[in-house]
């Protein structure tokens, strides 16, 4: 996993060769984007800053060009998730979400050959509804799933293509109690990226070739570490 990519010296704004605005004159200053310009400006960002671990290079997009991409794709009033890979199933003023709900600020990615959970309480019973996790550079395929406090699978979406937003996957409708969870999700190609907190929450890697989830979570952790995605689970309550 990744931080959030580190800024470089302000420069005057250019164009690269993807297309996506680069530099800038001061945080205030307009930078114009369309959606496919700001996912290519966080896209890049997160490249760069992967391959040379946070000193710069000169294809890497300036700080103010990476504010204008997260104002565009990251409004500080995050809308009602609707954006999703498969029709999604409509909330009720009865649906209750937990997990993550806001899209962060940081950037991940990187968890391809890895099974990926994040820690989550179920405030109180009910049915299992979808499973919700945003996107920033859709490519590849997800997986997403739910496992139980001692690490029993319940359930699991099947494979599918993201696209850059929310996506929301059906899970049918599961019965599920209160108490301790883990929301899991498995990508296939490390170019996938998406919003991460590295501060709180829990979250746990583990080795796994990319396909259906195990029926139990992995005991051997390649990581434990302080961390949430935008994930959560939509379930509707009594």
């Known amino acids: 996993m990744e931080n959030t990519p580190k800024g ?11 297309g996506a605005f680069y530099g800038g004159a001061g945080p205030d200053a307009p930078i114009a984007l369309d959606r496919a310009s700001a996912i290519a400006v966080v896209s890049s960002a997160w490249r760069a800053y992967r391959a040379s671990a946070g000193t710069g290079t000169d294809d890497k997009p300036g700080p103010d060009a990476v504010r204008a991409a997260y104002r565009l794709l990251c409004p ?30 940081g950037i991940d990615g990187d968890n391809a050959g890895f099974i990926v959970e994040q820690d989550a309480v179920l405030g109180q019973a009910g049915t299992l509804k979808t499973l919700s996790f945003y996107v920033l550079n859709p490519v590849g395929q997800l997986r997403l799933g739910v496992y139980d406090a001692a690490g029993g699978i319940i359930v699991q979406t099947a494979a599918f293509t993201p696209v850059a937003g929310w996506n929301t996957q059906p899970v049918g409708n599961v019965s599920i109690a209160a108490g301790s969870y ?5 990508q296939s190609n490390n170019n996938l990226s998406f919003p991460v907190n590295q501060s709180s929450g829990r979250c746990r890697l583990a080795a796994r070739a990319f396909g259906a989830m195990p029926t139990t979570f992995p005991t051997a952790i ?12 939509t379930l509707s309550v009594p």
């Open 182 to 186: 883990m929301l899991a999700y498995e």
């Open 222 to 233: 390649v990581t434990d570490n302080p961390c949430h995605w935008s994930f959560y689970a």
């Open 76 to 105: 500080a009033t995050p809308a009602t998730p609707s954006t999703s890979a498969t029709p999604s199933t409509t909330s009720s003023s009865d649906d209750d979400h937990d997990g993550e709900t806001s899209v962060l600020t």
């Open 8 to 18: 470089k010296p302000e420069r005057s704004a250019v164009r690269s060769k993807t």
